[in-house]
């Protein structure tokens, strides 16, 4: 019986790759370090490292504390991007309840995505809504500066309906030191009205600076009368049941889609105060914050029609999402 020869050298080139892996992993050093510590370029230590975990040397375990593991959902976090091709996500515990202050917990972990994520330069564009209102009440202010906040649809509308756009609009541009641009305008109009309002040297303005924004932050609606649309008589239960019958099952600026992500057409498009779906998709980081059962399938449609890189959402509405991608690709 014969073996294989050791190939000269080999042995060496395991014991140097095992070094730099625990002077790097276990002990905490820097390429550089490495590199003094064995006698190597610094390129060399970081291909000896790169060398160990190729070739099975290092296995890396990430543990979460017991406390922490109902707030933590990394791995649902992690099957979210990839299934739905997130730039992040983010999962909490905390279900909203549909009281006013059930978005309270994801506010806070949306304006912390912002904090990470917002550039002095950016123009930070948002719907209203009781989520972005939520993200607003959570600003601090710190660090985090942007340029513009812009309000993203229209929301006047035929009765005294409260849609904290004033509040939103304000609290952000102060806490992030930014120029406040209002949208005065009804979210929805005829045809003629919208075409007027858009060739507006104010109106023009919100809606052409809302549409490069580079940041938007918004939340969902359902369709149904348990959304913002119809409390506040923007849509009455005959639009809605024409929106049911063309599949519609979320909208957001007062824009409706399917739950394939696929744009409703008809009429109310051009009767919409709002920037179209397709700015938002276009969006390098539109932040999608919503959660609670009603919200699922709206929250599923945007996802679908890729309406956001970023998602914040709570721990049963993340699992509803993953099991609904995973049937309707069987």
């Known amino acids: 019986m014969t073996t294989d020869p050791v190939r000269p050298g080999a042995s060496d080139d395991v014991r140097l790759a095992l070094r730099a892996a625990t002077l790097y992993h276990l002990e905490g050093a820097t390429q550089a370090d490495i590199a003094a510590k064995l006698g190597v370029s610094r390129p060399t230590a970081g291909r000896l490292i790169a060398r160990a975990r190729a070739q099975g040397l290092v296995r890396i375990e990430i543990s979460v504390p017991d406390d922490l593991r109902s707030a933590v959902h990394t791995d649902i976090e992690r099957d979210l991007e990839r299934q739905f091709g997130l730039t992040e996500a983010v999962v909490i515990g905390d279900v909203p309840d549909g009281s006013a ?6 506010g806070r972990s949306a304006a912390a995505v912002l904090g990470r994520r917002l550039q002095a330069d950016d123009t930070l564009g948002f719907t209203w809504g009781p989520e972005t209102v939520a993200v607003a009440q959570a600003l601090r202010t710190k660090t985090t500066k942007c340029a513009n906040v812009v309000q993203l649809d229209g929301s006047m509308t035929s009765i005294d309906y409260q849609t904290g756009v004033d ?3 304000g609290r952000c541009a102060t806490q992030l030191q930014a120029t406040p641009v209002r949208l005065h305008a009804p979210l929805y109009a005829d045809p003629a009205t919208v075409t007027a309002l858009e060739q507006d040297s104010i109106m023009g303005r919100a809606l052409s600076l809302g549409r490069k924004a580079e940041v938007m932050m918004f939340g969902v609606g359902p ?3 348990s959304t913002t649309l119809f409390e506040g008589s923007y849509i009455n239960t005959a639009i809605l049941d024409e929106l049911r019958t ?3 099952v979320g909208e957001i600026g007062g824009r409706f ?10 009429p109310l498009p051009a009767r919409t105060v709002s920037v179209p779906l397709e700015a938002i998709r276009d969006c390098r980081a539109s932040l999608l914050v919503s959660g609670g059962e009603l919200k699922h399938e709206a929250i599923f449609g945007a996802l679908a029609g890729g309406m956001a890189k970023i998602l914040v959402t709570d721990i049963n509405c993340a699992q509803w999402l993953l099991e609904q991608k995973e049937e309707s690709a069987t």
């Open 257 to 266: 889609y399917r739950l394939d992500g696929s744009i409703v057409d008809g």
């Open 223 to 225: 369709v149904s009368t």
């Open 101 to 106: 202050t059930g978005y309270q917990p994801l």
């Open 246 to 248: 063309h599949g519609a």
């Open 167 to 169: 509040y939103t609009l």
